[in-house]
């Protein structure tokens, strides 16, 4: 499982170590969840997001 | 009274917008000290907008079904110089200077605005235990949550304050509220309804829909405020229809699919027993049901979440400096998304379209599912866990589980209510129909809503 609390510091980010472990079991059981899913999403599928470019105005 | 009942009482002259909106008014007078459902009321804008929409009508300018009726909006929709504070004290003194696209709709159709709705805070989470603006409180009882993010709008159309109050819908955000309050809630396909103006929870998820008395009044309210909006980036091209379904809507041919995984396990048995009865009833109508394998909702739910806490927490970022201006359940949330790595983000939107084209197997087979859409009634306020064969699970969990993989779907689903437990708390059956495919299941509902007549019991201490 991941160190919660080493990524918070090397992200720098100002979470308090109460709060880095009240969060943690429902980031580990996402972590359970996710991490296999991850590992077996087919190598040609492309993200869901789709960025549209406005169409240029004709001049 | 339905919006269908009351536009056609005020078309007889039987009765008059200002009439129907001073009933509001007392309504709320009476009721929100219980129920808390409004952050910001806007009785005076009311009354002048109900003595316009009569004298339109007797003038003969009819701006549609939801000429001169009272409604409202969950406090995320911008609202021209009415302030919009997404349940936040980020923005409790924000005053947009436009509307969003959904309040220029219904304003435009002469509706009639009796204020801004109480919610979860940043509609990230499905209790509107508001740490800002006070607890919604459940109409059925007090001592329940409505369910949210749009707790506000459940609560003010159960306690018949409004006809009809929008919502917004990430993860189940108008579907549970409408489930525990016992109304209609309509999450519409991804992109047909505009979602320009509205604060955002998230990118990828969030979807504005109705939540009404009947199924036919979430139909109505859908005709006004679906369509192409280019100010919305992900706004749809697909042309819209005529979404009320007929008088008497029939089933025949209609292909309906019961989950045999996932979806009827950890449900209450009164649960499961009232979904099960709305599908024979759908059969007594006309439909075919079917048992049917569904690909994995679980990973659909663990796509979601990562997409959500993801885009959540890049959005507050900012604001995250100042850890006191947010409830604990939020920030807890917002500090979740800030330890996911962008390739886990990544990873979630590509398996959210492996997980949609598996889908695409499903509506070959059948036309809609039917689905619990909460496994249980509602939880007390303050209540943390529900117990399901003797197992504890999260609320917030357990009251998303059935919803929120819908949202990464993009696809429609209507929540409705079919039954009611041994407490007398309403239960509610959610319709999972094709994206685009709004007309079906609201027709779906419709039909089972007129053999059941559900959508008439009212809470009673009210």
Not at chain 2, 442 to 457: C, N, P, S, V
Request: glycine fraction near 8%.
């Amino acid at each position: 499982m991941r160190d919660w609390k080493m990524l918070a510091r090397a992200l720098a980010l100002d979470i308090p170590e109460p709060d880095l472990d009240k969060i943690k079991p429902a980031l580990d059981a996402l972590e359970t969840s996710f991490r296999p899913l991850a590992a077996n999403v087919p190598h040609l599928v492309e993200p869901a997001v789709v960025f549209s470019c406005p169409v240029e105005e004709a001049e | 009274m339905t919006i269908l009942e009351a536009a056609a009482a005020l078309r007889a002259r039987k009765i008059s917008s200002v009439e129907l909106t001073q009933l509001s008014l007392q309504r709320m007078a009476r009721l929100e000290p219980q129920l808390n459902a409004f952050i910001t009321p806007t009785e005076d804008l009311a009354v002048e907008r109900a003595l316009r929409a009569d004298d339109e009508l007797a003038r003969g300018i009819d701006l549609g079904p939801l000429h001169g009726i009272p409604i409202a909006f969950k406090d995320v929709f911008s609202t021209k110089d009415v302030r919009t504070t997404c349940g936040s004290k980020l923005f409790a003194d924000y005053v947009p200077g436009r509307d969003a696209a959904v309040v220029e709709a219904l304003l435009g159709g002469g509706a009639v605005m009796m204020g801004k709705l109480n919610m979860h805070e940043l509609a990230y989470g499905i209790t509107s235990n508001n740490p800002h603006f006070g607890a919604v409180r459940n109409p059925w009882d007090t001592r329940c949550i409505p369910g949210g993010s749009s707790g506000g709008a459940g609560a003010a159309v159960a306690a018949e304050m409004v006809f009809m109050a929008m919502g917004s819908d990430t993860g189940g955000s108008i579907r549970i509220p409408a489930s525990f309050c016992g109304v209609a809630g309509l999450k519409p396909t991804s992109g047909r309804v505009s979602r320009y103006g509205v604060l955002p929870l998230d990118f990828s998820l969030d979807h504005m829909g109705p939540l009404a008395r009947s199924v036919r009044d979430a139909a109505v309210t859908l005709n006004l405020i679906a369509g192409h909006d280019p100010r919305d980036d992900s706004s749809s091209l697909q042309p819209v229809r005529d979404y009320l379904p007929p008088p008497e809507a029939d089933l025949t041919g209609v292909r309906i699919g019961l989950p045999e995984n996932f979806f009827f396990e950890r449900l209450d048995a009164a649960v499961d027993a009232a979904v099960r009865a709305m599908a024979r009833v759908g059969e007594s109508l006309g439909a075919r049901v079917e048992t049917i394998r569904v690909p994995d909702i679980a990973a659909l739910n663990a796509v979601g979440r990562v997409i959500l806490l993801s885009e959540a927490s890049a959005l507050m970022e900012r604001h995250l400096a100042h850890r006191e201006d947010f409830g604990a359940d939020v920030l807890a949330l917002l500090d979740q998304g800030r330890l996911i790595p962008a390739t886990d983000y990544i990873n979630a939107q590509r398996l959210r379209r492996f997980l949609i084209d598996e889908f695409r197997g499903v509506w070959k087979k059948v036309d809609c599912l039917f689905t619990a859409a909460t496994p249980a009634a509602a939880p007390r306020i303050g209540q943390t866990s529900i117990e399901f064969d003797g197992v504890a699970e999260d609320v917030r969990l357990a009251s998303t589980r059935l919803v929120r993989g819908i949202n990464v779907l993009g696809a429609p689903a209507l929540a409705m209510p079919c039954g009611f437990d041994a407490a007398g708390l309403p239960l509610g059956l959610q319709i999972v129909g094709r994206p685009f495919e709004e007309h079906l299941i609201l027709r779906i509902g419709a039909a089972l809503e007129d053999a059941t007549q559900f959508h008439r019991r009212r809470p009673a201490g009210l």
